[in-house]
């Protein structure tokens, strides 16, 4: 019988014939290329309740991922909300910054115009006092 069903599955290109423990069975039909396949009622109620607690156990799996999809999204979210609030933040005081800079260098330009004047009144004070 193992012969017959390897034979089978040469046929196909499968490299194993479907098999059951003893509920399913496969030969070959002499001088043709197909397979006679004979199925036992009676195993069919443990194939079924074999089935019927792997797809529980895939149910579960899913909404387990399903769970974690929910959660890595939630935190995703979260992360980006961050980054837009850090942007917003430097863009802040990028502004902030530039604003000094302007203001700092107007002042320094100030004082140094202040500076010359005030050199200018006193060397004008002195040649007048100089004179006398």
Do not use: C
């Amino acid at each position: 019988m193992a012969s017959n069903s390897h034979k089978a599955s040469s046929l196909y290109g499968v490299a194993a014939p479907f098999r059951s423990r003893d509920g399913l069975s496969t030969r070959a039909v002499s001088g043709t290329d197909e397979i006679q396949l004979r199925i036992d009622p009676f195993d069919f109620e443990d194939e079924i309740t074999g089935l019927h607690t792997q797809v529980r156990r895939l149910k579960h799996v899913a909404n387990e991922i399903g769970a974690e999809v929910k959660y890595q999204k939630d935190f995703l979210e979260k992360v980006e909300m961050g980054i837009i609030k850090a942007q917003a933040g430097v863009k802040n005081n990028m502004r902030r910054l530039n604003k000094t800079i302007i203001q700092s260098g107007s002042n320094h330009i100030l004082h140094i115009i202040t500076f010359a004047l005030v050199m200018f009144l006193i060397v004008y004070l002195w040649s007048k006092i100089s004179r006398k």
